[in-house]
Every structure is written in C-alpha cells, then in structure tokens.
C-alpha cells in the first residue's frame, strides 16, 4: 500500500438546491505521506473537502475545478481512500466486530482469506481488546468508533480522511483512539488529513495545519506560522479564547433552588442503574459542572434534575424560592409542564430535539404561550431574545435549515423565553467555534450574575474550567468527587 | 425494544434453529396458507395440535415463548369476543359462540407458525438469505440491516422529543391538540432519521457499498435439511387438510 | 453558513441536474429509515392501540378509524423518495423489522407489509412515478387501505354480514385517505421546508 497523494486545484462545490458555494477556489496539494490537520470555522466547508477528496459529493450539485487523488480524478480513486466520521453509530453495519469490519474489504470483492487476514490486522492495528465475535451492542462509544477506525484500515487506504473522528467521544476515549490512529499512520505511512476541533491534541500528530474558508484556503503552513495568521483566530489554533476578567459576583452561592437526595434511575427493563444514589445541590447564583465519561448517566443525571424523568428511588425537591408560588408538590416531575417551563428550564444536547415549529419566532413564543396563555405581548420577549442570541435575520427561517451553531443559539433561546430560575444545559459547546464559545462563557456568567443556577453537563473542561462554581464526577451512575 | 438484532441469550440449538431461515418460514406459510383457505374448525386444531407437539424443536425456552405468544393469543380472544357478537343469527340477532371460536382458532393456527418461526430468526442471517437465496439485490438487502441498526437510537430519539417537548412547557390537551402534537414528533423522528441515514449513506459509500463487485463471507447455505423442512412444511399442510375434508369438515372460505 | 433567507427557498432559481437513472445509496437508506422509525412509531401507537381497544370492542368497525396509521410508511416513502419501487420497499421493511421484533403476526405482518406495499407502488407507477401531488397521495392511501381491507376480511372477519363490511370498509378506506393520505402528503411538504429532502436526488424536481 503506497501512500497517496491530492492534487485540488481552483476547486469549488455548489450543494443541489441551494444556490450559495459551499467553497471556491481551493487550491491544496498533499504529498504521499504527509499528515495534514485542515482547520476552519462552522460552515468553512471543510467536511464538503474531505468529502470531495473521497470523491463522495452529491453529484446533483455543481462543481468547478478538480480533485485528484494519485492523478486520477477523485471519484475513480475511491478505493485509494479511507473516511472516518465522527459517529460510529452512522458507520457500523453489522452486528459483530469481525463481521463489520469485513464489510469494506467483502464490498470490494477481495477472496475471503485475504478479508480475513486484513480483519485481523486492523483489528490488531486499533488495539482492540475483545475477539472478534464480540457484538457491537455491548461495545462503548469510543469502542465502536475504534472499531469503525478497523473497518477504515481494513481497506488499505493511502490516504486516511477523518472528519472530526474523536468529537463524539470523552477524553479518554478521544485519546485512545487518537492514538490508535497515529500508530496506525505510522505503521502503514498513508496520507493523512485530519479535521478535528481539539486542535492542541493533534498537533504532535501533523506536520502541516492548512486553515479553510468558503473562499479557498487562507493559511498554510506549519503548526507554528499558520497559529500566526489572522485566520487562525476563527479556530481552536491558537488554544481557547482570552475571556474578558470578570469580578466574581458572589463568593458564597445563594439560596439553594434544587436538591437531589441520594437519586437513582434506572431504565424500565434494563439491568443496571442509569444513575446510582446521586446527591447534590444547584443553588442560585452558581454553576454545578458535571463531568464524567460517556455513559456516566450525565445526561439521566440532567433529566431528572430538570423534572423531565421521575427518580426509581430517592427524591428531586425544589425549594421554596424555585417554587415561588402555589404549587402542592416540591418535586418537579409531578408538575404540570408549563409550572416546570417557568421554573426549570432544560437545553438539550441536540437542539433539534426540542424544535416545534415551522420557524424561530413562532419556536421562541412555544414556551411563553404554554406558561401564560392569556398573555397577548409575546413580540417583547421574542424580540428581545432574537436580538440576544443574534438570530434575528433567521427570524422567519425554519429551525431545521439553521446551521448548528444557530440551532444550539435557538434551543437556549427558547429555554430562557420562558425565564426559568434554574437552566440545565447539556454539552453546550459541542462542536463550537471559538466566537460562539466565548458567547456562551459569557451567557452562563450573565445568568449566574443575574441570580439563575445553572447546571451544565460538559466534557469541555475549558468550558468547566471558564464557568463552574462546583464539579460534579460521575462514573457509571455515581458521584466520584466530591 | 433494547437491542433488536439480538436473539434470546437462551435459543437452543436443534435441526431447526439451525436450519436456513427460509427453509424455518416456508413450513409456516404452507401450515398458514392451508388454514387461511378454510373456514372450518378442524383444520386449525389439527395444525395447532401439530405445531404444539413441534414446539421442543422449535427450540424457545418457555419463558420466551410465554412472552413472544401471549400477545397472540389475546388478539384471538378479542376476535372471538368480536365475531361471536358479529354474527348475525338468522332472524334473531343473537350470538353464535361456534362461529367465533372457530375464526379464533384460525386465527391462532393461520399466525402462530410465522410469529414461531421469526422469533428464532437472526436479522443477520435473514438478510444473507434473502439476498443469495432469493436473489434480492445485495444494496437493498443490506442497506435495510445497516438502517435497523439506527432502531435503538431512533427510539431514544423519540423519548429525548418528548422530554424535551415537557421541557418547554408544552402538554397538548383535547384531541386537536393531540393528534397535532403527534404529527409534530412524527416530523421531527423523521428528520432526525433522515439526517441519520444521510451519514449512514455517505459512509457505506465510503466502504464501498456501491461497487459492483461483492464477496461473502457469510454464505447463506441450502441444505438437503432445508429442502426437508420446506417439503415437511407442504406435507404437512397437505395431510391436515387431507384429513378434514376425509372428516367432512373442510369449508373453504371462497366456496 | 447562515444568510438572511435560507436559500433552500431559493432552490427553483438554481438549475438543477436530472436525477441519476439507477436507486443511489442515499435513497435506500433512506427508504428504510422511514420504515424503521415507522416501526418506532407503531411500537409507541400499539401501546395507544392496546388501550383504547377494550372501548372500541363493541363496534369493532370503528376500529378501522385508526388503521390510518399503519398505512403511513408505503404512502410516505413513495412521496419522499420517488423511485420505482420505495413504496413496496419500505412497507415490506416495515413488516419484516416488526416480524423480527417478534411482532405477534410474524409471517402475516409480512404478507400484509407486501400488499400495502405493492398497493400504492400500482398507484405511483399509473402516475408514471412523476410529482405525486395530493390526489396521487389519497388514492395511493385508499388503494392501501383497500388492500388491507381485502387481507382483513379473509383473516379476521370472513363472517361478518354484509352490513358490517361495508362499514368497516367505509371507515378504514377513510382513515386511510385522511391519515396515509394526507397526512402523509402533509408530512412530506413539512419535510421538504426542513431542507432534509435535498440529499435525496429523485426528490429535487419540485
């Protein structure tokens, strides 16, 4: 296997049915062996590159230039190239390791020894720590993407494209696999170009960072020079943003607005606890951070603290300052939902989850209206949140066609329309530039400062790190610190 | 609704658990097919008499089977509930009790060889069959297992709709509402799945799974086995029908 | 990449490529995916369906009123994806995934997956499988509908008086329509403003 190499040339795509470019004149050439980190911001066009060089655009939409993988025209070279993508679950086909891993090599029409033998190296290649029979259903998340990683190797690839491979993943899954990959690189000597947000981890793993925009490639060089260049400041290239110094406001968090007692769920029909005899405490005027790896019950955690899910046992009780009314039961999942949206507000992981309507005025004004029905002045508020979160050019526009970054502005709008007290925030910064980070920063402060509590389910310990008042760890269900 | 391509943990191995899953079905639709054709009360108990002396071979422990059938069995009750009443006696309306029991028991006898069948059969090994058995073209056969894999997130997706649906404050009352809010999840699980299959598209393009050539390395073999399960099957349904026209009781349904 | 007005909106001024001549990729996946968040849906629906059953057990025609939904999936992929052949594919997956799921029908909820599959695949293939617009939609629902009455009657209800028939067909070729039917022609308008539609090339020609 000889690595590859690109040639793109004044290269632009326009998607079907739509009539903006995606990008436009790029110009990149990738010699065979090298190991390349493509930057860029949201909506660059950095997955419509990778894409390109996999030959795998949607040929209904138009394309100038080319892209030329080993001098031949990408779309002929395709079983010269490898993608890897950032969800395993969008990835996997069947239902035990080998099997799945065999897929790519059976797919090309290989004799079944050869299939067998390659199954085995790319296993071996990721570190994989089970035999090849293991079902992919009892694998975790950073297990089935290094399993996805084997069914990419599986192919022989010259050239490795990974799109965001690791953003999916805690930390240490993140590592594991990032490390599976460099010593898969190393191993095999395949091209590499890589686009990842947690730029810092990859750094030791590239020779070159190329940064993007929609108009071509604005910076390209090594890691140091291309930090340098004002282009660079639209990525996590130069580490996470300076945050303007705040004063803190208060040393002591105010009046405790939540309790969780000793709390655990578990699933109806699973066998073990989702979350296991947690307790803890959001108070008002303070940030609770909680981390954990994947499938520590974070997110169980998150809903049952935000009264969407009732506890199997132990109990979620609100004090009387986030009751602050008439209301019987102190446990938020026996409210009615328009007495939890007033209170407790929950923004959730994928924002699309919790999109209603046809368009981002009417997606603002849900909340309002189910709170205070008889309430006619809605505009003020949605008007005042648009302009907050600056969404107001897309204030007709469907939710469902917004960018991710606009969508994730959307949900913690819609959230804040009803002005809840308490805010649960799930992963916020999955996924963001810099800009929107730093935007985020400042809102979980603003709200803090202006007497909410705030719950923020995070991996980004920059973002912990930036906000929180107090950390919360789990591990498969329990509090592990404090 | 956990992990759909999973087989029960405790499926015992017998001739035929092991056999094609084409070859388990075939016997099924030849014992329902015989049913569906007549009207007549001895058919069915004649099939269920031979079905339920089949059940070892079968291969489901009994806790299994109680849970797969159960279901079943209260459809039959409800349609006999149901037709006992429909059946309009001559000149009084008053129920006829035979009438309903019989199109229960057909019913049972028509749907309980299948739902036994597929209740041992691996999404897996069922769509090997399909394609190289019943030359179904490998893309569709395939490209429907990777989307059943998308089942259990989907489901989830669902679940976090209507959390977050209570998070906004939203519970729909009176039946407009109702029937509005489930268009309105129906939307959005669609387009989730949608978005989904798009990047699960992409990336079976990226492995190749619209080249034209394609090798196996699960071939889904026939067997003499097989064959003998398929022809049991028709003999099956042949004797029992055989034996209920001897008996004078065979009514078909479009005489 | 966000603008002032999404340019979804602005797709009818863009030209655009004829759709390639053979299924792609996306759009069996696609296919399937419908019908396997239909076997999410009927999963939630069956749970809705098992309790109201024991009201409806007196006029069990009226039953026929919620068929609609089941009907959904053939209707909808037909609209959605546009191929020879989506309608028959995705009502087939349906049954298949519930049968493998253990539905109680097993090899039936099959059978019955073929006919509302090949049901409404006559009505799209008479219509030349150009822009199916509402009418195509309810008649592609009604001949489902009809389809499915023709395997009830044989399987559950081959004794019940005429009366009772004519009923039942009323009522379940209406939900038919107004639930597969339009209800599925307005989930795919819904679906197209989503701007999720695009990836699919069949579906383009608006």
């Known amino acids: ?482 | 609704m956990s992990t759909p391509l999973a087989l029960p943990r405790e499926l015992g191995t017998t001739a035929f658990t092991r056999a094609n899953p084409l070859a388990r079905l075939a016997p099924a639709a030849a014992l329902g097919f015989a049913n569906v054709v007549t009207l007549d009360p001895v058919t069915p108990v004649l099939t269920l008499v031979v079905v339920g002396s089949a059940l070892p071979v079968v291969g489901l422990p009994p806790r299994q089977l109680a849970r797969s059938t159960w279901p079943l069995f209260a459809a039959a009750a409800t349609l006999l509930v149901v037709n006992t009443l429909a059946y309009p006696a001559p000149g009084v309306g008053s129920a006829d009790l035979g009438v309903g029991a019989t199109t229960a028991v057909r019913l049972l006898a028509v749907a309980l060889p299948g739902l036994l069948a597929f209740a041992t059969i691996d999404a897996v090994d069922l769509t090997d069959a399909v394609v190289q058995q019943l030359h179904i073209p490998a893309r569709f056969g395939y490209g429907a297992l990777a989307a059943l894999r998308l089942m259990p997130l989907l489901t989830q997706d669902w679940r976090h709709q209507a959390l977050a649906a209570r998070a906004r404050g939203v519970t729909p009352r009176g039946p407009v509402a109702r029937l509005r809010d489930v268009g309105r999840r129906v939307l959005g699980l669609l387009v989730t799945a949608i978005r989904r299959a798009t990047r699960l598209a992409v990336a079976l393009d990226a492995r190749g799974f619209d080249g034209a050539r394609r090798a196996t390395a699960r071939p889904s073999e026939w067997s003499r086995t097989d064959t003998a399960w398929t022809a049991g099957g028709f003999v099956v349904a042949g004797v029992v029908t055989a034996m209920s026209i001897a008996l004078g009781a065979w009514q078909p349904f479009f005489g | ?206």
């Not at chain 1, 925009?213 to 639209?234: F, K, Q």
């Not at chain 1, 040393?251 to 066998?271: D, E, F, K, N």
């Open chain 3, 1 to 206: 990449m966000s603008s002032p007005v999404p340019d979804v909106e602005r797709a009818s001024a863009a030209p655009e490529a004829s759709a390639p001549p053979g299924w792609q990729t996306v759009e069996i996946v696609v296919t399937a995916t419908i019908a396997v968040a239909f076997g999410v849906v009927f999963w939630a629906w069956n749970l809705m369906w098992a309790a109201t059953g024991g009201a409806f057990a007196a006029l069990p025609p009226v039953q026929g009123l919620l068929y609609g939904v089941w009907l959904v999936p053939g209707v909808l992929a037909g609209l959605v994806v546009r191929r020879p052949g989506a309608a028959f594919f995705a009502a087939t997956v349906a049954a298949v995934i519930s049968a493998l799921l253990g539905s109680q029908w097993g090899l039936v909820a099959v059978v019955y997956g073929v006919v509302q599959g090949v049901a409404p695949e006559l009505v799209f293939a008479l219509r030349g499988y150009r822009r199916p617009g509402l009418l195509t939609a309810m008649l592609a629902a009604a001949a489902t509908g009809l389809g499915s009455l023709g395997l009830d009657l044989v399987l559950y209800y081959p004794t019940w008086s005429t009366s009772w028939k004519w009923l039942y067909l009323a009522t379940l070729v209406t939900s038919a329509v107004l639930v597969a039917g339009v209800g599925s022609w307005l989930l795919r308008r819904a679906l197209a403003a989503t701007g999720v539609l695009a990836a699919l090339p069949a579906s383009r020609q608006e």
């Open chain 1, 1 to 482: 296997m000889t690595p590859a190499a690109v040639d793109i040339r004044g290269f632009g795509y326009r998607p079907p049915t739509r009539t903006a470019w995606a990008l436009r004149d790029v110009d990149l050439a990738v010699t065979p062996g090298e190991h390349m980190l493509l930057l860029g911001a949201s909506g660059s066009g950095k997955s419509t590159l990778l894409r390109a060089m996999a030959g795998l655009l949607d040929a209904g939409g138009e394309t100038a230039g080319e892209v030329q993988v080993d001098g031949l025209p990408a779309a002929a070279a395709r079983d010269r190239v490898g993608l890897l993508m950032q969800d395993p679950d969008a990835f996997l086909v069947l239902s035990r390791a080998g099997e799945d891993v065999a897929f790519g090599p059976q797919n090309r029409g290989l004799p079944p020894d050869q299939v067998e033998e390659r199954v085995a190296s790319a296993l071996r290649a990721v570190g994989f720590p089970y035999p090849a029979a293991r079902p992919v259903a009892a694998l975790s998340g950073g297990e089935r993407q290094r399993l996805a990683l084997a069914g990419v190797l599986a192919l022989a690839p010259g050239l490795l494209l990974l799109d965001e491979p690791t953003s999916m993943l805690d930390p240490d899954g993140a590592a594991l696999v990032r490390r599976s990959i460099g010593e898969a690189v190393r191993a095999t000597g395949s091209t590499l170009v890589v686009v990842e947000h947690r730029v810092s981890d990859w750094l030791p793993l590239v020779d070159r960072v190329v940064v993007l925009t929609p108009d071509g490639v604005a910076a390209d060089g090594d890691p140091d020079s291309v930090a340098r260049h004002p282009a660079a400041r639209d990525t996590w290239l130069g580490g996470p943003p300076r945050l303007p110094a705040r004063p803190r406001a208060a040393s002591q968090p105010g009046t405790p607005l939540l309790t969780a007692t000793s709390v655990t769920y578990r699933h109806p029909g699973g066998t073990v606890d989702a979350v296991s005899e947690v307790t803890c405490v959001s108070s008002a005027s303070s940030v609770l951070a909680v981390t954990g790896p994947n499938g520590s019950g974070k997110s169980t955690l998150a809903h049952l603290l935000g009264g969407l899910v009732a506890p199997t046992s132990g109990a979620v009780t609100a004090s009387p300052t986030l009751v602050a009314g008439t209301l019987a039961d102190t446990r938020p999942h026996r409210w009615r939902a328009r007495d939890l949206a007033g209170r407790i507000g929950s923004v959730f992981q994928n924002p699309e989850h919790a999109f209603l309507t046809g368009s981002v005025r009417e997606e603002l004004a849900v909340g309002p209206r189910a709170v205070h029905p008889h309430r006619t002045d809605l505009s003020g508020t949605v008007d005042r949140l648009l302009d907050q979160l600056r969404l107001a050019h897309l204030a007709d526009a469907n939710p469902f066609t917004l960018s991710g970054g606009e969508q994730r502005r959307l949900s913690v709008a819609a959230a804040l329309a009803t002005a809840p007290q308490l805010l649960l925030l799930d992963e916020p910064t999955f996924g963001q530039d810099p800009t929107t980070w730093r935007e985020l920063v400042s809102l979980a402060l603003d709200l803090r400062d202006a007497g909410a509590g705030l719950v923020v389910v995070t991996h980004d310990l920059g973002y912990r790190d930036a906000v929180a008042d107090a950390t919360l760890q789990l591990d498969q269900g329990r509090v592990v610190a404090p």
